[in-house]
Nanobody
Framework: QWEVQESGGGLVQAGGSLRLSCVAS??????MGWHRQAPGKQRELVAS???????NYASSVEGRFTASRHNAKNTIDLEMNNLEPEDTAVYYC?????????????WGQGTQVTVSS
């Protein structure tokens, strides 16, 4: 239903910061979120924001990552601070409608985040 495109990412040293951005073309999604998948691990939800502004964070990133959404632009950004090597993963943005789960969401291609120790 949406074309989702991420930008940002890259290589940073531990303790550094990065900002990811995502835009979804189409109607306003009910929920937009960031997920990540590290090598050999399952994809996990990092942060999500509903169109009403309700946010949800994985416990591993709470206090370090901040997701912000702009409904008028259909964007969601992810500000990542105090990065750790364990944050290394491919980060995916997704958009879904009300009543659906992430399996039925529209996904971006992903962007690599690498944190060196």
């Amino acid at each position: 239903q949406w074309e989702v495109q991420e930008s940002g990412g890259g290589l940073v040293q531990a303790g550094g910061s990065l900002r990811l951005s995502c835009v979804a073309s189409g109607p306003v999604p009910h929920t937009m979120g960031w997920h990540r998948q590290a090598p050999g691990k399952q994809r996990e939800l990092v942060a999500s924001v509903t169109s009403g502004g309700i946010t949800n964070y994985a416990s591993s990133v709470e206090g370090r990552f901040t997701a912000s959404r702009h409904n008028a632009k259909n964007t969601i950004d992810l500000e990542m601070n105090n990065l750790e090597p364990e944050d290394t993963a491919v980060y995916y943005c997704a958009a879904r409608r009300w009543g659906s789960n992430w399996a039925g969401a529209s996904w971006g291609q992903g962007t690599q985040v690498t944190v060196s120790s």
